[in-house]
Every structure is written in C-alpha cells, then in structure tokens.
C-alpha cells in the first residue's frame, strides 16, 4: 500500500508528458510564414488565426538581399490594427514609422530630412502597401506595392497548449447596426 501510494504522488508531482512537450507561457513565437503570392512556406496559418482571435499581439517581419550577397535588410515591425477576411487570409497594418537616410548602409543609416512618415499593410496574401508622407506638408510623396515573404509572429503559447478562449467574433448572418454615417464636412481650401 505504501508503495502504491508513492507510486502515485509521484506521478502527481511529475510534470505531464503534455506540460514537457508544451510550453504554455507567453512568448514571441513564429506561427506562420507565407511566401509573395499568399502560398504556405512554413508553420500553420490556423495558429496565428486562432493567436489572433486569442488577443495576442501580432508582429511581422520581412526582407530582401542582393543576388549577389553585397546587400541585405530584415525589417521587423509591431502591428496596429489587424484584420480577418473571410476566415483566412490576415492583413495588418503596421506600427507607422519615418523613413530612413539607408536601408543597407549601417553608417548611412538615420532618419531622413526632412522627416518623411511611413505607413504600411502587409497580408497574408503576399501584398505588401506602403506609402511614404511628407511630414511637413502632409503631402503624400510614394505609393509602394510589393510581394514578399511575411514572418507572422504572436505573443502566445505553445499553440499546442493555448487553451484560452477563441471567441466567434464575426458569426454568420450577424450585421452591425449603423447608428450614424455621414460623410465629413469639408474643411474651406482643402
């Protein structure tokens, strides 16, 4: 009997063979990479679905290099607002930024005078939108579309062991309520 009952509180106080394969503290981990054209490269598109719908803060990360190795740049950057369209594909829109002196050059690299903002979105699609303002004039001075490799990145769990809830934001059939809309009222000499 007392062996028994040894047997069996250390099996209690031995972690799970789940808890040794699942790591379910919160941290930045690669969910999802999809190629230029939205297709599948690595990871699980449902993982950072579900991240996502969990409330995990998203960041995404790309680049490019030289054919030739002389050159290369990844950029990484926090997300600001996130969408889901119909079920599966994800665009985000990035943290804005200011443009940089360089991209590739490390002691050219600073920020641009005058001060030039950027703002961008980037799917899972592939697409990559930015445009480039002149913080001055508010002038918009480069619209940019690309295709590239997106890196998705949650701050979650192991998805294997996320258990938190993943709540139906948007079930079938459900249309918001439109209390107001109305255009704005232009401002004179604009």
Not at 96 to 120: E, F, N
Not at 150 to 175: N, T
Not at 177 to 190: I, Q
């Amino acid at each position: 009997m007392i062996l028994v009952l040894t047997a069996a509180a250390a099996a209690l106080a031995a972690p799970s063979a789940i808890s040794k394969r699942c790591d379910a503290t919160d941290q930045w981990r690669l969910v999802f990479v999809n190629g230029p054209d939205g297709r599948h490269v690595s990871g699980k598109r449902e993982d950072l679905l579900r991240a996502i719908r969990r409330g995990s803060p998203v960041r995404v990360g790309w680049g490019e290099a030289a054919a030739d190795g002389k050159w290369s740049v990844e950029e990484y950057a926090n997300t600001s607002f996130v969408n889901i369209m119909a079920g599966r594909e994800v665009i985000a829109q990035i943290e804005p930024g200011l443009i940089q002196s360089s991209y590739i050059d490390p002691d050219k690299a600073g920020l641009k005078t005058p001060l030039v903002d950027w703002l961008a979105m980037i799917g899972t699609n592939g697409r990559f939108d930015a445009v480039t303002i002149d913080r001055k004039s508010g002038e918009q001075l480069r619209r940019l579309v690309q295709r590239t490799t997106v890196y998705w990145y949650a701050l979650a769990p192991d998805p294997r062991c996320d258990v938190r809830p993943e709540p139906k934001v948007a079930p079938r059939g459900r249309l918001n309520s439109v209390e107001l809309d109305e255009p704005s009222k232009r401002v004179a000499g604009e």
